[in-house]
């Protein structure tokens, strides 16, 4: 039974560029969130995707945007990158949008330089 | 915006001694988790509490909900080297939505 998958790994990339971020849920989950983490801090939520649709997100510009596909994996795409977006970005899968229980994926290191 | 605190920052501890960590808000929460996250890999899930007052234990890790759902403690007995990690708490603003992480404790468990 596969966890939640991530790709790339590591990613570097120069200001102003755009970016794009893949998971792959754990099997039977339905929901993706994305969290960004930067160096030394807690995760913070950027949104979540259900049902192919953006239900919640958190306090993060528009330059972030996302989506997911009907077999449920999601891509997280970031415009205009800035160096302050340098930060471990985390996937988390669950089952339905109100679920306590959320896997995370190992991240993917994108560095602005 | 609901924020959380988490102290200490840093814990240097030698294999065997109790620890305890906590994490506190102002804000009323639904639930509190509890991650431990290792370096290149994202936090895993150690436990949910979702009622004011709740102990719950997992082998050697105790975790309490305090009565007021605003704070949490996560207490190790006789800690392992394995134990190493940033422990992260994690409430919801509502059930099972909108999850605010606090900045971590990094625990160092020496042999």
């Known amino acids: 039974d596969a966890g939640v998958t991530q790709s790339p790994t590591h990613l570097i990339k120069t200001r102003g560029q755009q970016v794009t971020l893949r998971c792959s849920p754990k099997s039977g989950h339905d929901t993706v969130s994305w969290y960004q983490q930067a160096l030394g801090q807690g995760p913070q939520f950027i949104f979540q995707?259900?049902?192919?649709?953006?239900?919640q997100r958190g306090n993060f510009p528009d330059r972030f945007s996302g989506h997911q596909f009907p077999n449920y994996s999601s891509e997280l795409n970031v415009n205009a990158l800035l160096l302050g977006d340098s930060a471990l970005y985390l996937c988390?899968?669950?089952?339905?949008?109100?679920?306590?229980?959320?896997?995370f994926g190992p991240g993917t290191r994108l560095t602005v330089t | 915006t609901q924020l959380l605190e988490q102290s200490p920052q840093f814990l240097s501890i030698q294999e065997g001694e109790n620890l305890t960590v906590y994490c506190n808000s102002s804000s009323v929460f639904s639930s509190l988790q509890w991650y431990r996250q290792e370096p290149g890999e994202g936090p895993v899930l150690l436990v949910t509490?979702?009622?004011?007052?709740e102990v719950k234990k997992l082998k050697r890790l105790t975790f309490q909900f305090g009565d007021a759902r605003k704070d949490s403690s996560l207490h190790i007995t006789a800690a392992q080297p394995g134990d190493t990690g940033l422990y992260l708490c994690a409430g919801d603003e509502r059930y099972g939505q909108n999850f605010v992480f606090g900045p971590g404790t990094r625990l160092s468990v020496l042999p």
């Open positions: 509490v979702v009622t004011g007052g």
């Open positions: 995707y259900y049902e192919e649709e953006e239900r």
């Open positions: 988390a899968s669950s089952f339905g949008t109100a679920s306590y229980e959320q896997y």
